[in-house]
């Protein structure tokens, strides 16, 4: 597709459930990564791969988030047994290149799944 | 750690004003810089960026951001706002360390341009 793509855009989970966010990169971006964004805040790194190794984790709040990206492509969040404080949205982003300060470096952003925790 | 600073979370003018937002980084090494704008019901997009060169960066629909190494800041600025500039806006900074292009992003400033 054009664009980073999310699904679903919307998720509602009871308390204690487990869900999983989908992300579709822009074909042949290496870079990927997962940001979560509070409601009035700026979006928050969660998690960085390069193709299909996962090379930062540092921003994952808890052991229930996990992520994976098994193909160098398409990646999921999933985080188990849902809290009230992971209402959020989540983003994804993916850019083409894997080093720092290049031309091609620009992050593409999908549009966020937005979950609910009740 | 790298954190990013913006003031006056709400920003309300009319059209034709001008507009200025501040953004302030704490990271002292080499970094990039960029600004984001997402549009009610939209995705983030990105509106301009610095890595080096001329610290007077141009953007599109007529942003522009100085880069002052000395003050450590990146302030979005443009000259005469239309409606269709109501948006919030993200400062973020990624540093050359951390090997990666990971963002650390400000809290945003809501703008609403009254017609």
């Known amino acids: 597709g054009a664009g980073v793509s999310q699904s679903p855009r919307y998720k509602v989970a009871k308390r204690g459930q487990d869900v999983a966010l989908r992300c579709d990169p822009i074909?042949?971006?290496?870079?990927l990564f997962w940001y979560q964004q509070a409601l009035g805040q700026g979006p928050e790194f969660l998690t960085y791969?390069?193709?299909?190794?996962?090379?930062?984790k540092s921003g994952l709040p808890s052991d229930r988030f996990f992520a994976e990206r098994p193909e160098g492509s398409v990646s999921t969040l999933k985080i188990q047994r849902t809290q009230q404080e992971d209402s959020a949205v989540y983003l994804c982003?993916?850019?083409?290149?894997?080093?720092?300060?290049?031309?091609?470096?620009?992050?593409?952003f999908g549009q966020g799944t937005r979950l609910t925790v009740v | 750690a790298q954190s990013v600073s913006q003031h006056n979370h709400h920003v309300i003018l009319s059209e034709a004003a001008s507009l200025e937002l501040g953004c302030n980084y704490s990271y002292g090494g080499t970094v990039n810089l960029f600004w984001y704008v997402q549009y009610p019901g939209q995705h983030l997009q990105l509106l301009l960026k610095y890595f080096s060169g001329d610290p007077l960066v141009k953007g599109i629909k007529g942003f522009e951001a100085e880069f002052i190494k000395s003050k450590f800041s990146f302030n979005l600025r443009k000259p005469s706002v239309q409606w269709s500039d109501t948006a919030e806006y993200f400062c973020?900074?990624?540093?050359?360390?951390?090997?990666?292009?990971?963002?650390?992003f400000g809290k945003g400033n809501q703008v609403v341009v009254i017609p």
């Open positions: 982003a993916s850019s083409l290149v894997a080093r720092t300060g290049g031309l091609n470096t620009e992050a593409f």
């Open positions: 791969f390069q193709n299909e190794a996962q090379l930062d």
């Open positions: 074909s042949g971006h290496v870079s």
């Open positions: 973020a900074v990624s540093s050359r360390p951390h090997g990666n292009n990971r963002l650390a």
